[in-house]
């Protein structure tokens, strides 16, 4: 259930006037949507080719900075255009924008033609092209969690994000009567989503005050990745006009539970039939699926930054709030970092809980698919399996815990490399650098609070 909206049907209501505006996006390095606005009759008419942007929008951190440092583009080299090419299966409209379709676009370097290669939805489309090299294709969801506030984003923006008041009181996890007080806010989310080719499960009441989770339907890697940031888009945007807040980071609060994006994974034959089940096997995890799930283990730490990529990442990872610590795998188990979901069924499938609801979702599934493909070339061998509370176990795979640690084995790696290129990994390096070097020299609330009277 990809995009909903042939461009036959686009041009007709546009001449209908039923559609006065077509937005073409792209998603950039931290799984925003960003882009232009187009009248609708000029996007039929020409723009649907292609449109142009600056080359640096695939280099900036989250305030949009012009980081030095980035070999693709600079003040040197003049921050060039790249071109904005419309994926036109992805064309919907939107139920939520009165008159507004979209359409999201791959990156292409106008000079060469080719597909800009550290863009992230060019970096997931390669390990597709590798998994499909091998005759198999994808099965993936990823779950998204976020928190919803009283007051809206320019109340909170005013106060300085002090004083914020979560929609709840009390943790709504599945508590229906709780969370009839955000429905109205949930039901246009769901109903804006399904209506805009976006195929949903349910929204759901999560661990913690205020929280909560939107689940989707499983699709392909690539579709799934234009769903998810269109998931976040949609929740900050009815948010907006539902005069509330809303907010993905990965750890907003000290005390609060952090917020996830768990990716659930498996491989498909080009049939369609699932390659991780064996009713033969234990579990009905097949070969495939345990060397599959061996190469996310063997490389856990080397896609730890594309799961959790910034510095507020890491606060996520605590003992006894459903946050992994360990990197190992278990069967239905949720203090471990790798769950195995389904046993014994066709449905069986590796969930990844390391991923907050911050990361890059077409940069965290290449990821995994990275890892997963080396398991399987290299037919690694599946370590046992964990059991107990993982949080407690000693001499076990911890999950990096701060992002320094995550930059080092991102830049040390030599399966991500050989599956991503070594341009396009010392491309997120340099993001994953610059992240704690603009933290490293700001004070901080926490530091005048403890050391301004005191120190």
């Known amino acids: 259930m990809a995009g909903n909206l042939s461009f036959d049907a686009l041009r007709q209501q546009v001449e209908a006037g039923s559609i006065d505006t077509v937005i073409a996006a792209i998603p950039d390095m931290q799984g925003r949507l960003m882009g232009k606005r187009f009248q609708a009759e000029y996007f039929v008419s020409t723009a649907w080719q292609e449109t142009h942007c600056c080359n640096y929008l695939v280099a900036t951190d989250m305030e949009m900075e012009t980081v030095a440092g980035y070999k693709s583009s600079s003040w040197e080299a ?54 499909e090299a091998l005759g198999l294709g994808t099965a993936v969801a990823t779950e998204l ?48 989503l399904q209506g805009a080719g976006v195929a949903v499960e349910n929204t759901k009441g999560e661990a913690c005050a205020g929280q909560a989770e939107i689940n989707v339907c499983y699709t392909d890697g690539l579709e799934m990745a234009d769903n998810h940031v269109l998931v976040k888009q949609a929740v900050k945007e009815i948010g907006l006009q539902c ?23 498996s491989l498909r034959a080009a049939d ?5 089940y064996d009713a033969e096997k234990k579990y009905g995890m097949s070969d495939t699926m345990r060397h599959y799930l061996a190469g996310l283990l063997a490389h856990a730490d080397d896609v730890t ?31 471990a970092g790798y ?19 911050d990361l890059n979702p077409y940069l965290a599934i ?53 599956a991503m290129g070594g341009e396009v990994v010392d491309h997120y390096v340099r993001c994953a650098e610059w992240e704690q070097e603009d933290f490293d020299r700001k004070v901080t609330d926490y530091e005048r609070r403890r050391g301004f009277e005191r120190a």
């Open 78 to 131: 003049g921050y060039g255009d790249y071109s904005m090419v419309p994926d036109m299966a992805t064309l919907r409209q939107l139920p939520w924008v009165e008159g507004t379709a979209l359409v999201l676009c791959d990156l292409v370097d106008h000079h060469s033609h080719e597909l800009v290669p550290h863009a992230p939805r060019t970096v997931l489309k390669k390990q597709l092209q590798r998994l």
């Open 243 to 265: 005069d509330r807040a809303v907010t993905f980071m990965a750890k907003w609060d000290t005390d609060a539970a952090g917020s996830s994006s768990h990716i659930h994974q």
């Open 366 to 418: 290449a990821a995994q698919l990275a890892a997963g493909i080396k398991g399987i070339e290299d037919k690694l061998e599946l370590e046992p399996e964990f059991s107990g509370n993982a949080y407690e176990a000693e001499g076990v795979r911890e999950i990096p815990r701060t992002l320094r640690a995550a930059t080092e084995a991102l830049r040390n790696s030599s399966m991500l490399r050989e």
């Open 145 to 192: 969690e976020f928190f919803v506030f009283r007051e809206d984003f320019e109340t909170l923006r005013d106060a300085d994000y002090t004083d914020m008041t979560t929609i709840s009181p009390y943790n709504e996890d599945y508590h229906l009567f709780q969370t009839a007080r955000e429905e109205n806010l949930m039901r246009s989310i769901r109903t804006g």
């Open 272 to 276: 369609g039939t699932p390659v991780f």
């Open 305 to 335: 930054f594309f799961l959790a990529p910034y510095i507020n990442s890491y606060k996520r990872f605590a003992e006894s709030t459903f946050a992994p610590t360990k990197a190992v795998w278990s069967m239905d188990n949720r203090t």
């Open 339 to 357: 769950r195995i979901v389904g046993p014994g069924t066709a449905s069986v499938r590796v969930e990844c809980r390391v991923g907050g609801s």
